[in-house]
Structure formats: C-alpha cells, structure tokens
C-alpha cells in the first residue's frame, strides 16, 4: 500500500496520517474514473518486469489472423477454504462478480458462507467455523450464484486452478461450471510498463493500477480488487483473447546456470514437474521467449523443441 507519510495536502503541506477528509467535499465534485498511468522506473533502475513476454501477432496456421472472441462478460470468482484441497478440506465462502467487460463495469456480486464444522485454515482467512453454521440464506445466494455462473461467457479467477477444482471435484454443493476458465495470475500477460513479476499476486496486480488495498483472504474482497483492476485496464479485451488462447506445458530447455532467466520469465521450479522449470504458454508465448522450451507430453515422451527465434 502507498505510503501515508508521501499524502500531501492541496496546499503542499504534509497530510497527517490520522487527519480526516472532508467527505462533503470529495461527493461534491465527482471525478471519472481515469487509467491510471504507469509507474515509471527510477533513472538507472533495472525494470522489474524481467520476465514480460511481448507476444507476436496472433495467426492461424493458414496465415490467416484469428484472434479468439473476446467475452463480454466476465465471472470473477475467488473461495475461501479449510484446506488445499478437497481431498483434505472443503470450500466454505465463495464470492463472485458478474463483470461487463465493454463497459467495465460490476452487473452483479454475490458472497456467501457454505456451513462448516471446522476451519483449520481460519489464521488464514479468519473465518470462524461458528460464523459459517450461523442461519442465513446461502442456499438462495448460491442460486444467484449459479445463474451468474450460466450468464457469464468465461470465469476469470487469481490462480485458477486452486479454485476450479473445488467446483470441478463433485463435493459438496458446488458444481462444475463449463465456461473457458482465465486465470489473471498466470494467462494474462500484463504491460510490462506495470513493473510486475511473471505470476503476480492480487495484493502486488491492485496496487500496480492504482488500487487500495485494505483486506485480504476474504472472498469478495480479492474479486473487488480484480474487478478494479479490470475497469482501470487499457487493451482488456486484447488481453483476454490472448488469455484464451490455448495452452501446453512447457520446460525451460537451459542450464543450471541460466536457471534465473526461466525464474523471471514465471516459470517454475519442481511445480508439477520433479526436476524442470515449467510454465504453461500459448503457441505465441512459446515462440516469443529468448530461451528454448519443449512441451511437455502427458505420457512423458520426447517432442520438438521451440527454440527461440535470432
């Protein structure tokens, strides 16, 4: 979060950390909403974007270009649960946003408690076993939910693949939803004028576009930070066909002592596979890196490699 002491007054003199706004003043001259411009580096400094991968034009094997359809409606989602996954816990608060992606901006948002009789994980996201087993409606919210869930053209979740498999499992009253899954963490390829990491976090990707940041681990909250992130977002519609497209696993082909470039191009270490660097990349992503990779086969077989292009 922004530093309070860097505040300044309107008169150039330092803003008090416990001073409060006038609020009358702020509603009475609202402001649009405005792209909120780049960090730019300091003179000297090293971009902390390493990894950013600047993708070619997108073209069909034909030659012909085919950019996947950009959907027009996004299903933010994030859970909050008692394990890992559901082999080891269950899901017990699942917040969404139904978010319009040429107006950029909320159609509707749903958060609610699914009944637990304990949370090993409540240090984490502080929620209470006892909280969730309180009367309330959720059988009605999840409802709302699901109808979101069949309105939507695609969900869109930080991490995706944590969240997705507690729709996907069969457990408890969660179903699967069978719309193209984008995750912002690792399918969105971010301006690399952003200075973020290859894989960033929700807190790291908010504060990048401007946005506060004033909670986490609540399920609602983290799908308010992406939904922001999306309204403040230049070119959305070119990142989520790049999203979309479809992906491999591939292994960084480089030497024990070139490993950090594979670290900063966002790949990672023993994650799923023992003893590689692997990412999942498009056909483009593969192509565009510096460094070789391969795909990686299902059955563990050898395959043409994709080497960087001089």
């Known amino acids: 979060m922004a530093d309070p002491s860097s505040h300044q007054a309107q008169d150039g003199e ?6 409060q706004s006038d609020l009358l003043g702020l509603l009475s001259a609202p402001q649009p909403l405005q792209p909120v411009p780049p960090v730019q580096p300091a003179a ?11 993708l070619p034009p997108l073209a069909a094997r034909n030659g ?48 609610f408690l699914l009944p637990c009789e304990q949370n090993p994980a409540e240090a984490i996201n502080g929620i209470a076993a006892a909280a969730t087993q309180v009367a309330q409606p959720w059988q009605a919210a999840l409802s709302c939910f699901e109808a979101m869930a069949w309105q939507c053209d695609a969900v869109l979740a930080h991490n995706a693949s944590f969240d997705r498999q507690w729709f996907d499992s069969g457990q408890g009253p969660l179903q699967a939803i069978n719309k193209p899954w984008i995750c912002s963490m690792e399918d969105m390829r971010w301006p690399p004028q952003r200075q973020l990491k290859a894989n960033p976090s929700v807190r790291d990707l908010a504060l990048a576009h401007g946005v506060p940041v004033w909670a986490a681990h609540r399920a609602l909250t983290d ?35 070139e490993r950090q470039r594979a670290k900063d191009a966002g790949f990672r270490w023993n994650d799923p596979i023992q003893g590689a660097w692997t990412r999942r990349l498009s056909e483009r992503e593969a192509q565009a890196l510096p460094f070789p990779v391969q795909p990686v086969q299902p059955t563990g077989a050898e395959s043409t490699s994709w080497a960087a292009s001089a």
């Open 223 to 257: 799908c308010i930070y992406l939904a922001q992130v999306l309204e403040r977002c230049e070119g959305l519609e070119a990142l989520l066909q790049a999203a979309l497209e479809p992906r491999l696993l591939f292994r960084a082909k480089l030497s024990y002592s």
């Open 14 to 19: 330092p803003q008090s950390l416990w001073q």
């Open 64 to 111: 012909t270009s085919t950019p996947q359809a950009c959907p027009g409606t996004l299903l933010i989602i994030d859970t909050e649960t008692t394990a890992l996954s559901p082999a080891q816990g269950q899901c017990i608060e699942v917040g969404a946003i139904l978010f319009a992606v040429s107006q950029r901006c909320v159609l509707t948002q749903v958060s």
């Open 44 to 54: 000297g400094s090293e971009p902390a974007a390493k990894g950013a991968i600047e």
